[in-house]
């Protein structure tokens, strides 16, 4: 029985983590609200660019913070299970408070797995992981459950609960989680450089006085090394925690998973419906087919409700606050601040943004380009790294001005422009993003 799991492993992890995996970035939400709260109106544009570098700064340092808290909560979760499951846009996972179950929903693929620790010297039974099934539930938000399960829950019987697969917790297993997380952690930090690429995007994509672009040019090479040098301290922790590991006394555990697959009413684009009223408001008020707004929605967050990436970037459109949340909030709301968490995890709210953004990419960074596919394919690219790195596709030079871009986009055919984006983008991830989009389109052009 449950009752009696070893729970060895766990004694380390401390209260913090275990009460839920949603506190992880409690500490950074918070230190996001404070940030937003003492936005002011400054009384110049200098005044206010000075300010803006300020608060940029600050920003960086809860970024450290919260890469330092995702890491231990990461380094106590390869310890106790033998490998770190977190949330991110297309998961949701949740562990108990004694750390001795876990609930996975995979929205890519339309599964839901329940997981449990337990002493490689006790049996599971049928009846144990059904009952601790029914005691994860409540953690499932409502709007996922409205979205993803509908009546599926209730018709998963105690019958239906048989063992898919189950690993050993050893330290071979963990050695292929630590493998894993320094690849993540140097994912993160590319994620991290693209973010600041974007902040700086209105000084370096669109033309602007010489000394601004100087600083802005200072400014990027000085956060660029910073989160190098954060890597370096992450990868050194990791390092640190390989040797703990190595020393560590087996558990003598093992895990045992069930996986459900999800009801076919809940596959994409079945999920887009829910939200066909609020994309058709808004891709009519913004200009930006239907169409490609599910599309984007599709690839950012495969429509879970409450997505939340590392950067951290937020909610079905996968809005990041401190880039695509300040230019959508100036040019909706007249407001030079970050958009709160809170205020993008309400849909409507999410979509309005993510719609608003692709018209701002498309009639303000991108207007120089003539052909209308072709600012599609580099708008598509831009919602995910950025106007500026479009723009080094195609400047000789290497300068993110995509104005001087447009000149040479304009001389290609939008093939051509497809092409050169397709194997010229300075970051995979945004190569196969785009990929991904376009694909997807199609499958929403009927909806």
């Not at 010489?210 to 910073?226: D, N, S």
């Not at 040797?243 to 998973?257: D, F, N």
Request: hydrophobic share 35%.
């Amino acid at each position: 029985m449950l009752g009696a799991i070893s729970c060895l492993a766990f004694a380390t992890m401390s209260e913090q983590t275990l009460a839920s995996q949603s506190i992880l970035f409690s500490e950074l939400n918070e230190a996001m609200s404070q940030w937003q709260s003492s936005y002011q109106n400054p009384t110049t544009k200098d005044e206010f660019e000075q300010f803006k570098l300020n608060h940029l700064q600050q920003f960086d340092d809860y970024v450290e913070q919260h890469f330092a808290e995702f890491d231990r909560f990461r380094n106590e979760l390869i310890s106790s299970w033998g490998e770190a499951q977190i949330s991110e846009q297309a998961r949701f996972v949740h562990y108990n408070q004694e750390n001795n179950a876990r609930l996975n929903i995979d929205f890519e693929n339309n599964t839901l797995t329940i997981s449990v620790r337990h002493s490689d010297k006790n049996k599971l039974t049928s009846e144990d992981a059904y009952q601790e099934f029914h005691r994860l539930l409540p953690a499932i938000d409502n709007a996922v459950l409205e979205v993803f399960f509908q009546d599926f829950i209730t018709q998963i019987k105690q019958a239906d609960f048989k063992v898919v697969t189950e690993y050993e917790i050893d330290n071979g297993h963990r050695a292929k989680s630590l493998l894993r997380a320094k690849q993540q952690i140097k994912k993160q930090t590319q994620q991290q450089i693209r973010l600041v690429e974007r902040q700086l995007d209105d000084k370096l994509a669109q033309p602007t006085a010489p000394t601004q672009e100087a600083e802005a040019k200072r400014l990027l090479k000085q956060k660029r090394q910073q989160l190098e040098l954060l890597q370096t301290k992450r990868l050194e922790r990791l390092k640190a925690n390989i040797r703990e590991l190595a020393k560590a006394t087996p558990t003598k555990e093992k895990v045992s998973e069930f996986t459900f697959k999800l009801s076919e009413a809940t596959k994409r684009p079945a999920r887009a419906k829910t939200y066909i009223g609020a994309v058709a408001k808004q891709s009519k008020r913004f200009d930006i087919a239907p169409s490609l707004v599910f599309s984007v929605m599709h690839t950012e967050s495969h429509f879970n409700p409450l997505a939340k990436s590392a950067i951290p970037a937020y909610g079905l459109m996968q809005i990041v606050p401190t880039s695509a949340g300040v230019d959508v909030n100036r040019f909706l709301y007249r407001r030079d601040e970050p958009m709160p968490s809170t205020y993008l995890y309400i849909e409507n709210n999410n979509i309005e943004a993510g719609t608003a953004y692709l018209h701002i990419l498309d009639q303000r960074y991108l207007k120089y380009i003539n052909d209308p596919l072709s600012r599609k394919y580099c708008m598509i690219a831009a919602y995910n790294t950025g106007a500026g790195n479009v723009a080094r596709v195609f400047n000789s030079d290497g300068s993110r001005n995509i104005r001087n871009a447009s000149r040479i986009i304009n001389s290609m055919t939008p093939e051509r422009v497809l092409e050169a984006l397709e194997s010229e983008l300075p970051y995979d991830e945004t190569k196969h993003y785009l990929k991904r989009v376009l694909e997807r389109e199609s499958l929403y052009q009927e909806i």
